[in-house]
C-alpha cells in the first residue's frame, strides 16, 4: 500500500525560511496536501496541490512537487514562532477518497 | 467559517464499555470521514461514508466499529466493546459540497482513554 515518509524534526531559526520534506511511493497520488497540529488542536489545512501542478504558492507558503521522485516539499518564509507545530502530509488518489498521512515533522522555531 | 466539531473533547472509558464518539460535518459537505491517531503514530483511516453508507473502510474497521448519521447533523462513531488498544485521538473530517470534492476538513478530535 501506499507509505508516506516525513523527516520527524526540524529546528529552525525565526525570520529563517523552514523546508519540511515529504516522499510517497503511490505514483497515482493525485491530491497532495499539507496540514498544521498545533499542541492539544485538530488538523489544520495549510494548502493543497494537485499532481498536474510543479509549484503553488500561497502567501508565505510555497508547495514544490517532484512527481519523477515521488517527493513533496513545503517552504514557509520569515518562520514566526507561531509556525512551530507538527506539519504532515497526506497524499490521496481521489478526491473524496481516503488520505494516507505520514507521521508530521515537529518544527521548532526558535528566536 | 464553516468548520467541523466533535464531542466529547475527552472520554475516559473502561475496558469492554461501549462509547460513541459525535462529530457535526460542515453542513453541506456530502462525504464523511474518521481518521485515528494513536500517540506517537501515524494519522490512520478508519472508514468513509457517502449517500448513508460506508465507501470504504480500512481493516482497523473490524465489526467492534460502526458509523451512523441519524439525523441530517450529526455523524457518530461507535466501538462496542473498547479495548485498551483503542485509545487513541479520532478525528472526524468532512468533504464535498456542490463544488468541490477535494479538501477534507478535520475536526479538533475525541481524546479517547480506556482503562
Known amino acids: 500500500g501506499e507509505d508516506v515518509e516525513q523527516s520527524l524534526f526540524l529546528s529552525v531559526r525565526e525570520g529563517d525560511s523552514s523546508v519540511i520534506n515529504c516522499t510517497y511511493t503511490?505514483?497515482?497520488?493525485?491530491?497532495l496536501y499539507w496540514y498544521k497540529q498545533e499542541p492539544g488542536a485538530g488538523l489544520q489545512l495549510l494548502t493543497y496541490i494537485f499532481s498536474n501542478m510543479d509549484m503553488k504558492q500561497d502567501q508565505r507558503l510555497t508547495v514544490l512537487l517532484n512527481k519523477k521522485d515521488k517527493h513533496l516539499s513545503l517552504r514557509i518564509a520569515d518562520t514566526q514562532t507561531g509556525d512551530s507545530a507538527i506539519y504532515f502530509c497526506a497524499v490521496t488518489t481521489d478526491s473524496w477518497g481516503k488520505l494516507q498521512f505520514g507521521a508530521g515533522t515537529q518544527v521548532v522555531v526558535t528566536p | 467559517e464553516p468548520e467541523v466539531t466533535q464531542t466529547p473533547s475527552h472520554q475516559v472509558t473502561q475496558m469492554g464499555q461501549e462509547v460513541i464518539l459525535r462529530c457535526v460535518p460542515i453542513s453541506n459537505h456530502l462525504y464523511f470521514y474518521w481518521y485515528r491517531q494513536i500517540l506517537g503514530q501515524k494519522v490512520e483511516f478508519l472508514v468513509s461514508?457517502?449517500?448513508?453508507?460506508?465507501?470504504?473502510k480500512s481493516e482497523i474497521f473490524d465489526d467492534q466499529f460502526s458509523v451512523e448519521r441519524p439525523d441530517g447533523s450529526n455523524f457518530t462513531l461507535k466501538i462496542r466493546s473498547t479495548k485498551l488498544e483503542d485509545s487513541a485521538m479520532y478525528f472526524c473530517?468532512?468533504?464535498?459540497?456542490?463544488?468541490?470534492?477535494?479538501?477534507?476538513?478535520f475536526g479538533p478530535g475525541t481524546r479517547l482513554t480506556v482503562l
Open positions: 503511490d505514483s497515482s497520488s493525485t491530491y
Open positions: 473530517a468532512s468533504s464535498g459540497d456542490s463544488f468541490s470534492t477535494d479538501t477534507q476538513y
Open positions: 461514508f457517502y449517500n448513508n453508507e460506508i465507501s470504504e
